[in-house]
């Protein structure tokens, strides 16, 4: 019975419980600052790999931790605006900070040290997979799971392999370059929440790599307005997607992400290094893996 003018709580929605393993994300304060520096130390993270080849956004979010959170705060963006909102800009923040202070240092390094950094990532992606398989909620594995994981790497690995330039634009049609433009950015937007997918095959699939490039880097404002907003929408639209096969398909969401992630250990496997170097990619391996499954664990 309501007594006085209360209004009785509102049930947490329950797409959102299947997006934590013990306590819904909502029921701890917003600025309750593990949270926040989590989800700033994430972000950090991302950005500071975002140019690493064959590795995106969605694959580094998975091995932080983060990914069914930023779907679930990117799909339901506009049904909880402040909390989402502010999730958001603390991960994007993060990024931020990860691309300006350590992108070139990780670029770095990886030139000097290509081989065991690769195997560190790739430890980071095999270590990652125990907590994705238990945000999926499996209690025993079936044969049947087995396919989900194929058809989830099978799908993004096949996507990488798709004909360079396969649409043709008319320079004279602003119609169609814009609307190209539009559908690159929302191209951009599956291709970084989903692992295992590049951005650049995707791009070159469409032929707009170049547009994209040349729009960036001089910063042509109306372009970049089109491509911003297909990215938008895109976003909202795949994260609405992921969002609705979590909650209805929890297990084959998730073994389908593992599949799409274990896709980049075949972007980024440089193969068997020779001699001392071995010493350093097997300790970078087991860093890697030792490291993430401790965090997530």
């Known amino acids: 019975m309501v007594q006085g003018n209360s209004i009785p709580q509102k049930m947490p929605d329950r797409a959102v419980q299947n997006f934590t393993t013990k306590k819904h994300i909502h029921q701890r304060p917003l600025f309750y600052i593990k949270e926040v520096i989590e989800n700033i130390f994430g972000g950090i993270i991302i950005g500071s790999t975002i140019f690493v080849g064959g590795i995106n956004c969605g694959a580094m979010a998975n091995i932080v931790s ?62 990652s997979l125990p907590s994705i398989y238990r945000r999926g909620k499996i209690k025993k594995f079936k044969p049947l799971y087995l396919l989900w994981i194929i058809l989830g790497g099978g799908l993004a690995y096949a996507l990488n392999f798709l004909p360079k330039n396969h649409f043709i634009i008319n320079p004279t049609d602003y119609f169609q370059i814009y609307g190209m433009l539009f559908i690159s950015g929302i191209v951009s937007a599956i291709a970084i929440l989903i692992p295992g997918i590049s951005l650049s095959h995707s791009l070159y699939f469409i032929g707009m790599y170049n547009s994209i490039l040349s729009s ?18 895109g976003c909202l639209f795949i994260s609405k997607i992921l969002s609705f096969t979590i909650k209805h398909f929890l ?47």
């Open 66 to 127: 983060l990914y069914d959170k930023l779907i679930h705060s990117i799909g339901k963006l506009f049904k909880n605006f402040n909390y989402n909102f502010l999730l958001l800009l603390q991960i994007v923040a993060g990024i931020v900070v990860g691309i300006l202070l350590f992108s070139q240092i990780i670029l770095d390094l990886m030139q000097k040290f290509e081989y065991p950094m690769m195997y560190l990532f790739i430890g980071a992606i095999i270590g």
């Open 216 to 233: 960036s880097i001089s910063l042509d404002l109306l372009n970049l307005f089109f491509i911003f907003l297909g990215f938008f929408i």
């Open 251 to 297: 297990a084959p969401t998730h073994l389908i992400i593992m599949g799409s992630m274990l896709t980049c250990v075949i972007e980024i496997f440089p193969g068997i290094p020779n001699n001392y170097i071995m010493i350093a990619c097997i300790a970078g391996f087991i860093f890697g893996a030792g490291g993430v499954y401790l965090i997530t664990k």
